[in-house]
């Protein structure tokens, strides 16, 4: 253990740990003072960013925040860490990693920046995001591309998909239907079609799998479903030969954090493969999904490292390092879902979306962001707009959207499909490429290559709306 | 669109009881008919709206600020003590009230310190027992829901329960399910049941929980506890139900000497993080 000082205004502060000053130095949020680990003070938290400054890049391969020995995801990230991706860096301390990442966004070099993905350790790209102020997040996360595919191509430039997320409180096939075509004549659903099931048990999911599997396959729609069971049911559902695209799970960044979700990398290892074996790409084969969270393993109480408890940003770092060794197709963090104890209000929420998305996409996940709250969290709409264009500037794989903001299941406001809309329009981000196209195929764009706004009579919403009947 | 008693939704209320098999019939109407109607009438979720140029027409964004204003307001409204205590007077509850704090403060140290409001203010004292069951009346995440249902829902219950001692009412000011833990404890009760108020949804900012948990003291797990959730007439469970569930509950909790998962057939399981 070494002991870190700074002297910042005539007074020296002492980090006793690498996982305490990760904690202090990192931006207030109230999920940190829950844990005990955030800092005292404004001064305090500027003089651990200080000494975080001047820590080698290298240090974070030899001295851990979560120990090697009993923690499974500590030893995937070690145990797969490329050093000749890390090479160009291995050399700078986290502050000059800051100013490299600057520099080559400043030059749009993409490719210098993403092909360090797999030499980068969770710890250290969580490092590098204390140091940044939001505007270096969405500049750096801009110029770093991560591009998957199945039946759809996601994270190309100049492009926002969305997760068209139909939940109904029944898991009714009608209700579900009525939100699906709702989000597909607003082109949403590019990115999944991704229901949260009300009941996680086999038949249900297998139920749900099918019905979205015969929308796709009647309209012919260029992209994937999902059903967010638990990963053990989804292997039942496979198991059954039901119509499974991507493996869906919540995963944590410790391994007491996946015991809690009820997951181990040998389980998620398994369904991959299975659904890899059924072939159902066509134009890439990455065939999972995560979901994350800031705070997920403090509410576990898994977020314990060696030195003492570790700070929930550093942690959600962590889960991407396990996302990304099973080569997802989406990932997103469920920004604003696990309430004010976590993340307080809307500048806490804005921080933490633009820090999650360009972590992500750094450690090369494909990122997109469910941008969110719930009633007891001081944020609204306002908020999610500020958030919503910063990661469309940032160059955000995907959002997630439901009808009129309100997920009538899992009681939380999430974007609606008119966001995505508006979002696209502001800064010019078109849909995945086979979905534009499809959307064109379906006479539901303009000549100007909008979303067309439809009257009932129109003859693409009668075709979609057949489907109703 | 807002109802005199602030309850928000014309689209939830049009839409949000009325069964799927409806929804068939609809699209039969005829070639004249809003074809829009097939999607509004399948689910209570917000389809359908409508649109001004990429944005929501100013009446369906007014309409959602007005159900989301609702839930704020739910969660900042201070719990009235004495409103409550005139409705359980006047629903005939004749048990002494008591007024108990948590450790949190005030709105927003409760809102960011769960553990905070799960634990008495130093120097609580409360009277001990034995005593079967005690009631303990908490504001939670809307203190609304506590003015509006508990006075109904704890006389449906005491009417449900002769033979029974039942402790001091107990009305708790920035508590959380698990106060009820030191509370029970204190005043030596058998069993504890907190009636509390839900985080509040956009269409339901009024709903009421009742947690059971048998043997309370501090440390009590989630899984410990049965739940009985959307305590709410006339959308929501109506008192006459949710006390029938809940003593069915607590008379097969006795017999056990148990709650939670081992009475899981008899009520839900309590949702992770409720606690």
């Known amino acids: 253990m070494t002991v870190r000082r700074a002297t910042l205004g005539g007074h020296t502060h002492e980090f006793g740990s690498l996982t305490d000053l990760l904690a202090k130095a990192t931006p207030a949020r109230s999920g940190d003072v829950l844990a005990g680990v955030a800092a005292e003070s404004q001064a305090q938290r500027v003089a651990a960013q200080h000494v975080l400054a001047d820590v080698p890049l290298a240090t974070f391969l030899t001295e851990q925040v979560v120990g090697y020995d009993e923690d499974d995801v500590t030893r995937l990230i070690l145990d797969t860490h490329d050093p000749a991706a890390f090479a160009p860096v291995a050399s700078l301390t986290v502050g000059e990693f800051r100013d490299w990442l600057l520099a080559r966004a400043a030059e749009r070099d993409e490719a210098a920046i993403s092909a360090l993905a797999r030499g980068l350790t969770p710890e250290m790209v969580a490092a590098v995001s204390k140091l940044m102020r939001n505007a270096d997040l969405v500049a750096v996360a801009r110029r770093t591309r991560v591009v998957t595919g199945l039946r759809g191509t996601l994270g190309l430039p100049g492009r926002l998909a969305s997760r068209l997320q139909p939940n109904h409180p029944t898991d009714d096939a009608v209700g579900v239907t009525a939100s699906i075509l709702d989000g597909l004549l607003h082109g949403s659903g590019d990115a999944v079609i991704g229901i949260n099931p009300a009941t996680d048990n086999p038949a249900q999911t297998i139920a749900l799998l099918e019905l979205v599997d015969a929308v796709i396959s009647r309209y012919e729609i260029p992209t994937q479903s999902c059903v967010?069971?638990?990963?053990?049911?989804?292997?039942?559902?496979?198991?059954?030969?039901?119509?499974?695209?991507?493996?869906?799970?919540?995963?944590?960044?410790?391994?007491?954090?996946?015991?809690?979700?009820?997951?181990?990398?040998?389980?998620?290892?398994?369904?991959?493969?299975?659904?890899?074996?059924?072939?159902?790409?066509?134009?890439?084969?990455?065939?999972?999904?995560?979901?994350?969270?800031?705070?997920?393993?403090?509410?576990?109480?898994?977020?314990?490292g060696v030195d003492g408890p570790v700070d929930q940003q550093t942690l959600e770092c962590r889960a991407y390092g396990v996302a990304r060794h099973f080569d997802p197709l989406l990932v997103n963090t469920v920004v604003g879902f696990i309430g004010p104890e976590y993340l307080y209000d809307g500048k806490q929420v804005i921080r933490a979306g633009l820090e999650d998305h360009f972590c992500g996409k750094l450690l090369g996940l494909p990122?997109?962001?469910?941008?969110?709250?719930?009633?007891?969290?001081?944020?609204?709409?306002?908020?999610?707009?500020?958030?919503?264009?910063?990661?469309?500037?940032?160059?955000?794989?995907?959002?997630i959207a439901v009808p009129g903001s309100d997920d009538v299941m899992l009681h939380y406001q999430s974007l609606s499909f008119t966001d995505v809309l508006t979002a696209r329009s502001v800064l010019d981000l078109r849909p995945a490429p086979e979905?534009?196209?499809?959307?064109?195929?379906?006479?539901?764009?303009?000549?100007?290559?909008?979303?067309?706004?439809?009257?009932?009579?129109?003859?693409?919403?009668?075709?979609?709306?057949?489907?109703?009947? | 669109m807002t109802t005199p008693n602030g309850h928000v939704g014309q689209h939830g209320q049009n839409t949000a009881d009325r069964p799927s098999a409806h929804y068939g019939h609809v699209g039969e109407h005829g070639r004249n008919a809003d074809p829009w109607a097939v999607l509004r009438d399948a689910t209570r979720a917000r389809v359908a709206l409508g649109r001004a140029g990429d944005g929501l027409p100013t009446s369906r964004e007014l309409e959602f600020r007005a159900a989301h204003a609702a839930a704020r307001d739910a969660v900042h409204t201070a719990l009235d003590a004495d409103r409550v205590r005139t409705a359980l007077a006047v629903a005939g509850v004749g048990l002494e009230v008591l007024e108990v704090h948590s450790r949190a403060p005030d709105r927003t140290t409760y809102l960011q310190r769960p553990d905070l409001g799960r634990q008495l203010a130093q120097g609580t004292r409360l009277p001990g027992g034995p005593h079967d069951l005690a009631l303990v009346v908490a504001d939670g995440l809307s203190p609304r829901a506590v003015h509006e249902h508990a006075a109904g829902t704890v006389a449906a219950v005491l009417d449900r329960l002769p033979g029974?001692?039942?402790?001091?009412?107990?009305?708790?000011?920035?508590?959380?399910?698990?106060?009820?833990?030191?509370?029970?404890e204190a005043l030596d009760a058998g069993i504890v049941v907190v009636a509390v108020g839900e985080r509040p949804g956009l269409s339901s900012a009024d709903s009421l929980g009742l947690y059971l948990t048998h043997g309370p003291r501090p440390g009590r797990a989630d899984s410990e506890r049965n739940c009985i959730s959307n305590v709410r007439p006339p959308h929501g469970l109506g008192y006459a139900q949710a006390a029938d569930t809940l003593v069915a509950l607590l008379q097969a909790s006795r017999q056990l000497g148990a709650s939670g998962v081992v009475l899981k057939d008899e009520g839900a399981a309590l949702p992770p993080g409720a606690g």
Request: glycine content about 10%; aromatic content about 6%.
């Open chain 1, 367 to 399: 990122m997109g962001v469910d941008v969110c709250y719930t009633n007891h969290t001081d944020v609204d709409g306002d908020d999610t707009d500020v958030l919503t264009l910063l990661l469309g500037a940032a160059g955000c794989a995907f959002v």
């Open chain 1, 228 to 304: 967010l069971a638990h990963v053990t049911t989804t292997l039942r559902a496979l198991e059954a030969g039901a119509p499974v695209d991507l493996v869906f799970q919540s995963v944590a960044g410790t391994q007491a954090g996946n015991r809690g979700f009820g997951v181990t990398l040998d389980l998620l290892t398994e369904a991959r493969a299975g659904a890899l074996e059924l072939g159902r790409g066509t134009v890439g084969s990455n065939v999972t999904y995560f979901e994350t969270g800031q705070g997920s393993a403090l509410s576990a109480d898994a977020h314990h």
């Open chain 2, 164 to 184: 029974w001692s039942v402790a001091p009412l107990v009305l708790a000011h920035q508590a959380r399910v698990a106060l009820g833990d030191p509370v029970g």
């Open chain 1, 435 to 469: 979905f534009e196209a499809w959307l064109a195929r379906m006479d539901l764009l303009d000549n100007a290559g909008r979303v067309r706004e439809l009257t009932p009579d129109a003859p693409a919403a009668r075709a979609l709306l057949a489907a109703a009947r």
